[in-house]
């Protein structure tokens, strides 16, 4: 058994389950330390100037797309521009990066949701994803709002519902904890209200089948903070690689300390050692 206390290797994501409040790990090389029961202590990361891209393990000097050294994230449909921005998915062109990704991730049913993160906002993921993307984004409250066939499409919706609501998380907000309350069930019928024309544009061109509206329940997350920040300060590796803090929170992909906050996903790669002081 080893000693979760001390671990040392690359960086990922931080897994998250839905409990209440959100589970969360902390993975480190081959090791998850769970983290809700270190609220309360002091943690430290390390970092020694090494990072691996998570794809093919080459060091690298710069992270490119949260954890890809660059060739990979010249080569790799993952970090193709049309990830962040689904409405260009080229795949339909022939033009995939990798067309066998494409058809595991892009050409297959994703759902259109709304999510109060640091308010309203319009997101798209893949139906597996649920409710993790959520997680990640911290949001308090999300919904389904529609299904469809493809990534592609989720974009052109997405893009559609963008003129009615925001489809970018005010991280600062989200970490206040000062989210207001929105009734997802009413904003769901409102929107989907204010994008019929684009639907049925869009169910013309690309089949009627292709976009349905869907009636599933919301999900309400908690997450494990014990005190909110009130002034938000935010640690960066890369400039000060001597982390330390206790921990007071975890939301997104976000630790909480009383020195500032860190955006995990944002080290993805990284090399570090992460301790328990004191333990
Ligand atoms: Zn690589």
Redesign the pocket.
């Known amino acids: 058994m080893s000693n979760l206390a001390d671990v040392t290797g690359r960086l990922r994501k931080m897994p998250a389950e839905t409990a209440d409040p959100v589970s969360y790990a902390l993975a480190v090389g081959d090791e998850r330390v769970p983290l809700n029961d270190l609220i309360g202590k002091p943690i430290r990361f390390d970092y020694e100037g090494v990072i691996r891209?998570i794809?093919?393990d080459?060091t690298?000097k710069k992270s490119f797309n949260q954890g890809?050294?660059y060739?990979?994230f010249r080569k790799l449909a993952a970090c193709d521009s049309c990830i962040m921005s689904p409405e260009k998915c080229h795949y339909h062109l022939g033009t995939c990066r990798e067309p066998e990704w494409g058809e595991t991730h892009c050409m297959i049913e994703h759902v259109v949701y709304l999510a109060n993160s640091s308010g309203l906002k319009v997101g798209i993921t893949r139906g597996s994803q649920v409710p993790t993307r959520w997680i990640d984004q911290g949001a308090v409250d999300a919904i389904p709002m529609l299904r469809v066939a493809t990534r592609h499409l989720s974009g052109l919706v997405e893009v559609a519902c963008k003129a009615h609501v925001a489809d970018r998380t005010n991280w600062r907000a989200m970490l206040k904890g000062d989210v207001p309350e929105l009734d997802l069930v009413q904003e769901r019928q409102r929107i989907l209200s204010l994008i019929t024309d684009d639907i049925a544009a869009l169910r013309e061109e690309h089949g009627q089948g292709a976009i349905r509206e869907v009636d599933e329940q919301g999900l309400d997350l908690t997450y494990p903070v014990h005190i909110w920040p009130a002034k938000i300060k935010t640690h960066n590796l890369d400039k000060t690689p001597e982390v330390e803090g206790v921990l007071e929170g975890i939301k997104g992909q976000y630790l909480i300390l009383d020195t500032g906050v860190i955006n995990i996903r944002k080290f993805t790669g990284y090399e570090v050692r992460f301790r328990v002081m004191g333990a």
């Open positions: 891209c794809n093919c080459r690298t890809f050294c060739p990979c």
